[in-house]
């Protein structure tokens, strides 16, 4: 009985640790955020900042009330779903976020449906003929994949296909979007971008993860009792090896919602990546804090569904 | 243009153009042309080819995407807030002002019909009747008096609060006319009225969400930190209402995307292009580039109250030392006007054109040195990324340096911090100045006794007697003749060496007509919006 339990308790625990993180790293973004030199009435003011008019300013804001407050009042705001007002231009951060996390979510959901699928199967088929010319193709791409910048592709990609063939759009948002092949054309060169970025690392994360299941005596042994090549690693290997795969990609996904500042740059694609900085660079506070969180449980979702994916995937834990 | 020199780029033809709209006679151009060796029948291809862009016809319809370079969160539509060129242009499109610039840097009247005083401290504003808000409000005296109100509230957070401060009372004195009296004589008030942040919003307007203006646009979509988007308004009190139906507005940060997206059709204007794409734009012939001189420059510093700028000879000799069309030429790409050491640059109605840029003598610079006795001491520049280019100029300034045995070394600081830890501090260091709209402006700033930015901290009783009393004078001439003489003071006089006033580059389609240089800076004063078209 006690042995059915066990993975709820630990998906509980998971979900526990989340929670906690979450708080943890609120309070760190926000001392960060305090050590910042200027505040926000400072930086909108800019060259005419003389004293008197920084001092009315920040009295207008409400900036003079203590920072600490002013952050417990927005964490006690955001426990009741209310993520506060932009200082800068008094709109309300859920609608500063809202348009802006959907686009990110967007690009992010397209790039996974592409770069997944794709990257396992390199991975897993590098895997199974390992050592063959198909590895060591798949194994050198992935090298040189990683190594080239994300910059680079992404400029080298509008280079040929937007300004010398003129195929694709040169911007991913602004462009009329109304039909499939206007989304396609759209959508391509980020995608493309950003899924060579993240499958790099999946494919050899997944190609390492599945060799080494391969190398333990019981695969080795279905292989012995005349288990088909495809057989011995897709019914025998891989559910041991799903628990590092799905680690190494929610790695990689993670990377999608606040990490493609570069890509929202040069496509001029307007997510949350570029919202961030901007709320830094402008001391924001409640947007900073807004889009941390949002980051945070990305990333947290991500690694607990891994973890979740690992813990339930176990036969051992079944 | 099969007469066309085989070097000739669309960077020479704007420069052409540059000239004409400045108002150089045939002549001069060719004159230009012959030195920079062109034939005489090529010649004058190039000028009906630049003529002919000067005065198209309009093009009415059509829908604009124009990109900047910056945009965040904080944009505003509130133009007492503009920040940012991106602001500019959604002020300029949405609002108007009293008065506006024109190409030669000369106030024209735009929401008033007149501006006068007998003693440039009282003003009479008289306004243009019949002009309707987007709302459907007619403008009066109330909502120039709450838009000039809103610059002395603190709570606000006026950009133009230094500048409003000198407005002692404004005063509505009937439906059509607001009387304001300056705290001191200050001829300039049409000038100072033509800035972006004066632009008039209707009495009682906190909610700056959307922008409720007098302008040719109305606003449509404004998404900070993403695009705006503004449509023609068909009640538009100027008879050559817009052009274009409609134009959207974002920016591109990454200057290699924003030229990209130029070539592939995705925008009609990049604006400030980065002088090293310049060949990416002119191999294409569907797109061409915009120069404008505003009058920005990166300046050599030296404080005259420590060693070595103590000894007036180290100036003099740094003055002769400077290689201006090297700077000019190689550093700056030929996209610069050269300097002759004072703020005010060939874009503004007073400068002095006489006052000649100095020679580069290093033989004369030795000498100074020598009676110095400063030849051969290490003596270090300060650059930084921070000030524009500052680097490669003082590349330059050491490696003549060193020919004539002065050891000049190049002090590399990061941008990080560089204005508060360096500029204004180190003896020998680079600055860089925006900018400013008039000569008083310009020299209240940075070389009155009492300036806040007195760079070579130059101190003369005789200049600051005459900064205020050009102010306050109304006769032209006489203004012109002060501010020519203290052109030449700041010139012989204080330590500030300004080689070069830097171009701003516009990259636009070659299908874009209307779009002039002015003096307020890059895509025509950042209002190219109403003036602009679109050729089919």
Redesign the interface.
């Known amino acids: 009985m006690t042995r059915s339990f066990l993975p709820y308790i630990l998906v509980a625990q998971r979900l526990g640790i989340a929670f906690v993180t979450l708080i943890i790293v609120s309070f760190a973004v926000f001392f960060a955020t305090a050590m910042l030199p200027g505040d926000v009435?400072e930086?909108?003011?800019?060259?005419?900042a003389?004293p008197?008019?920084v001092?009315?300013?920040r009295?207008?804001m409400g900036l003079d009330e203590p920072a600490l407050s002013r952050f417990v009042h927005w964490l006690l705001g955001l426990a009741q779903g209310d993520m506060g007002t932009?200082y800068?231009?008094?709109?309300e951060v859920a609608e500063?976020i809202g348009?802006?996390l959907l686009n990110s979510l967007r690009l992010a959901a397209v790039v996974t449906l592409v770069s997944v699928p794709v990257a396992l199967t390199l991975g897993i088929c590098a895997a199974m003929w390992r050592g063959s010319i198909f590895d060591r193709l798949v194994s050198l791409l992935t090298i040189f994949v990683v190594s080239v910048p994300e910059f680079m592709v992404a400029?080298l990609a509008?280079?040929v296909f937007?300004?010398w063939l003129?195929w694709l759009?040169?911007?991913s948002?602004?462009?009329e979007l109304d039909s499939w092949s206007a989304m396609l054309r759209a959508y391509a060169m980020p995608v493309i971008s950003l899924s060579l970025v993240v499958s790099a690392q999946m494919i050899r994360m997944s190609r390492a993860a599945v060799i080494e299941t391969i190398n333990t005596p019981y695969v080795e042994m279905a292989l012995l009792k005349g288990a088909s090549l495809s057989r011995m690693v897709l019914r025998h290997a891989l559910p041991n090896a799903l628990g590092p795969i799905a680690n190494a990609v929610a790695l990689s996904l993670s990377y999608l919602v606040g990490g493609v500042i570069i890509v929202e740059?040069?496509?001029?694609y307007?997510g949350v990546a570029?919202?961030m900085v901007?709320?830094v660079?402008?001391r924001?506070l409640p947007?900073i804090q807004s889009c941390a969180m949002i980051f945070c449980v990305s990333y947290l979702s991500l690694i607990t569904l891994a973890d979740l994916i690992a813990i339930l995937s176990n036969p051992r834990l079944r | 243009m099969t007469n066309t020199p085989t070097n000739w780029t669309s960077r020479d033809d704007a420069a052409v153009e540059h000239m004409i709209r400045r108002g150089a006679s045939r002549r001069e151009l060719l004159k230009m042309l012959m030195a920079s060796g062109v034939a005489v029948a090529a010649g004058g291809t190039l000028l009906s080819h630049a003529t002919a862009a000067v005065a198209a016809t309009p093009t009415t319809g059509g829908t604009l995407?124009a990109?900047g370079w910056s945009s965040?969160?904080?944009?505003?539509l509130d133009p007492a807030?503009a920040?940012l060129s991106t602001d500019y242009v959604r002020c300029c499109a949405y609002y108007n002002r009293l008065t506006f610039l024109d190409g030669a840097g000369t106030a024209q009247m735009e929401l008033a019909d007149s501006i006068e005083s007998d003693d440039a401290q009282t003003w009479n504003i008289k306004l243009k009747s019949g002009v309707q808000f987007h709302d459907g409000k007619t403008l009066t005296a109330d909502d120039v008096v709450y838009s000039m109100n809103r610059h002395l509230?603190?709570?606000?957070?006026?950009?133009?609060?230094?500048l409003a401060k000198q407005m002692a009372e404004i005063i509505k004195v009937d439906d059509l006319t607001v009387k304001i009296v300056l705290a001191e004589p200050n001829a300039d008030l049409p000038t100072i009225l033509s800035l972006h942040h004066f632009m008039i919003v209707a009495d009682g307007t906190t909610d700056f969400?959307t922008a409720n203006g007098t302008g040719a646009f109305k606003s449509e979509v404004f998404?900070?930190?993403?695009?705006s988007i503004g449509v023609r308004n068909d009640n538009y009190f100027k008879s050559q209402g817009p052009y274009l139906d409609s134009f959207?507005f974002?920016?591109?940060?990454?200057n290699?995307?924003r030229v990209?997206?130029l070539?592939?059709?995705?925008?009609q204007i990049a604006a400030a292009v980065n002088p090293r794409s310049l060949r990416m734009v002119e191999g294409n012939d569907a797109v061409r580039t915009s120069i404008s001189t505003a009058g920005n420059y990166t300046n050599l510093n030296i404080r005259l109250d420590v060693a070595p700028g103590e000894q007036m000879d180290f100036v003099e000799g740094m003055k002769s030392l400077i290689n201006r069309e090297a700077i000019q030429k190689s550093v700056l790409r030929g996209l610069a006007d050269i300097g002759n050491d004072q703020p005010v640059s060939s874009a503004n109605r007073y400068h002095n054109p006489n006052l000649a840029p100095r020679d580069f003598d290093p033989e004369k610079a030795k000498f100074h040195f020598e009676k110095a006795g400063l030849l051969g001491v290490e003596i270090p520049m300060v650059a930084s990324d921070a000030a524009g280019s500052s680097v490669d100029m003082a590349t330059v300034v050491q490696q003549a340096g060193a020919e004539i045995g002065m050891n000049l070394t190049v002090d590399r600081v990061p941008s990080d911090g560089y204005w508060s830890n360096y500029w204004l501090k180190s003896p020998v260091h680079f600055g860089n100045i925006n900018p400013r709209p008039t000569p008083d402006i310009l020299f209240s700033l940075l070389y009155s006794s009492e300036a806040p930015w007195n760079e070579s901290q130059y101190k003369s009783e005789k200049f600051d007697k005459m900064m205020v009393e050009a102010r306050g004078a109304l006769d032209e001439e006489k203004r012109t003749a002060m501010y020519w003489e203290m052109q030449e003071m700041v010139a012989n006089e204080a330590g500030t060496i300004i080689p070069a006033y830097i171009s701003n580059v516009d990259a636009v389609t070659s299908k874009l007509g209307g779009l002039e240089a002015n003096p307020l800076g890059g895509m025509m004063g950042y209002a190219f919006a109403e003036y602009v078209w679109l050729d089919a």
């Open positions: 009435a930086i909108l003011l800019g060259q005419a003389t008197e008019a001092a009315g300013l009295e207008a932009s800068v231009n008094n709109i500063l348009g802006r400029t509008v280079l937007a300004v003129g759009p040169a911007l948002y602004g462009v740059t040069i496509f001029n307007p570029k919202l901007d709320a660079s402008t924001d947007l | 995407k990109a965040s969160t904080a944009d505003t807030k920040t509230d603190p709570a606000v957070g006026s950009k133009a609060n230094s969400s998404e900070p930190g993403v695009r959207e974002f920016a591109i940060p990454d290699n995307a990209n997206a070539l592939s059709g995705d925008i």
